[in-house]
């Protein structure tokens, strides 16, 4: 396939998701859009964003106490100490996916091996 290298792979276009996401203390319902650069939480009236590279570490728990409204949630940790619970509106599928967007720390390679063993 001829200038495939070249053009847009869906690895680097926008991935929106809909999310519940917790921080300080506050829950909202809104997106998750994930880039290339960053990723960027979204409600009505708020908007927490971060570079890829200010996460220190990302894991999938499902112990009551870090559920968001009863489900699974993705606790991500920044620099600085701060920390985000996600939880996926989309199903299991759409929170593996969350999940290896952001330990992947958006570089190519990882996204696509992550993504590749999600389900094993």
């Given at each position: 396939m001829a200038g495939a290298e070249h053009g847009p792979t869906l690895l680097f276009m926008r991935k929106t998701f809909p999310v519940l996401w917790s921080f300080h203390g506050n829950t909202h319902t809104g997106k998750l859009e994930a880039t290339k650069e960053r990723i960027e939480l979204t409600s009505r009236g708020y908007t927490l964003a971060f570079a890829h590279d200010?996460?220190?570490?990302?894991?999938?728990?499902?112990?009551?106490?870090?559920?968001i409204r009863g489900l699974t949630s993705i606790t991500v940790r920044l620099v600085g100490e701060e920390v985000v619970r996600i939880a996926s509106l989309g199903g299991a599928g759409s929170l593996h996916e969350i999940s290896a967007l952001l330990a992947a720390g958006g570089t190519r390679e990882q996204i696509g091996h992550r993504?590749?063993?999600a389900g094993t």
């Open positions: 200010s996460i220190v570490h990302s894991v999938v728990e499902r112990s009551p106490e870090t559920r993504l590749a063993g």
